[in-house]
């Protein structure tokens, strides 16, 4: 029999195939599936007025972690909407027999956080929510991507979904990464250099000696951004490193079970002649932080670039959308990033709220107070990373130097919770969209690392924390 060599996407895809329906489609098995409070709320009564019932309840998973406060005391001093959301959520789930990750349970967070760290996120699975940033669990070999209202319906039902697959991009990292750059600063960058629509269509696998030099978390991070990339998926081939995060995870396998599931997810890789619909290469060792300037997260350059100038635009069509978005983030050309005062500094988010951010962080504010005049909060991305954040005297650190030390959720990255930025404020922010009023209506957000938020944080303005002396 000739040997087809396969890329991870077509053996995780094939594992998953229900029933191949067209030529296009196939019905795809979903092995774990999360609801979240702001579509939890809308697909139980949908199913219900539908007379469904959910097929299998203990593939079902769901959290409350967008629409809640991270105020302390959050379930009793939030405003009605946030507060309709949390009781709504608890009353559907309860009923619904579904895992609920609830406010007050120790395992709360925000989902792409709490995946990972309880296990419930596996290589060679299939994992999917009602957020675009799931392609997050990735990170551990599993195939993920986000869905809408109704294939959440659908899933429910029959635990089932129907799917064209998509076309396999690799981009591959090497070199080693500088001092003060990190994951984050990696996705920013290359979505800097191949566009916010160059993965559209694509399934994006991560690979290359500076993704294997990273550990899970940073994977996460890659991962999670896939989507501003234009992709649903980013994936990364599961090794020893996935398997030693992993390892006694409370949603785990354990036991025989442990062993025959490290043996099936070593063959979880692209064959060395697997060929990709498009491959993408990039060097790290220059690199250096990154910060966006605009609105789209492709507009990023390094932290001492400037501003680019609409004139120097070919197309009049270019030119006249960056003088639009310059004027949103009240810009001029050539003027540098470094330097630039901000009001608002947040560290937290799917994207950057795990422990290790945290810490990256710490490390910058500790023995440093937060300058004069700007708001500046930490929000664990789960009770969990609070809780041994806490154990560690992070909390401290952060409450000396000034910030607030806030309870875990989605927070100011989505502002559907109460916590946002006043319009025509500017925002450093370690979350992942800087799109037009993301942070609040007329917000202005520049994304950045943690490194570069806490450094940010300390003199009022955007700034490398390279200059920063230990």
Known sequence: MTHQPQTLLDKLWSQHVVKPLSAAEDLIHVDRFFLHDLSGTIAIPDLRRRGLTMLSPALNFAVTDHAVSTASGREHHVDAKSRTYVFEMRDLMREAGIRHFDIGDSDQGIVHVIGPELGLTLPGTTFLCTDSHTCTHGALGALAWGVGQTDALHILATQTIVQAKPKSMRIRLDGALPDAVFAKDVILAVIGRFGAGAGAGYAVEFCGSAVQAMLIEARLTLCNMAVELGSRTGIIAPDTVTTDYLCGRPYAPSGALWDDAVAAWRELRSDDDASFDRDLSMDLSELSPQVTWGTSVDQVLPIDGRVPDPDRATEAKTRAAMADTLDYMGLEPNQPLDGLPVQHVFIGSCTNGRLSDLKIAADIVRG?????????????????????????????????????WRESGCSMCSAVNGDTVARGERSISTTNRNFVGRQGPGSRTHLASPAVAAASALTGAITDPRKLTP
């Not at 929000?379 to 607030?404: N, W």
């Open 368 to 404: 440093r107070k937060v300058a004069e005049g700007v708001r500046a909060w930490v929000v664990p991305g789960s009770t969990a990373v609070k809780r041994i954040a806490e154990r560690d005297g992070l909390d401290r650190v952060f409450k000396d130097a000034g910030f607030a």
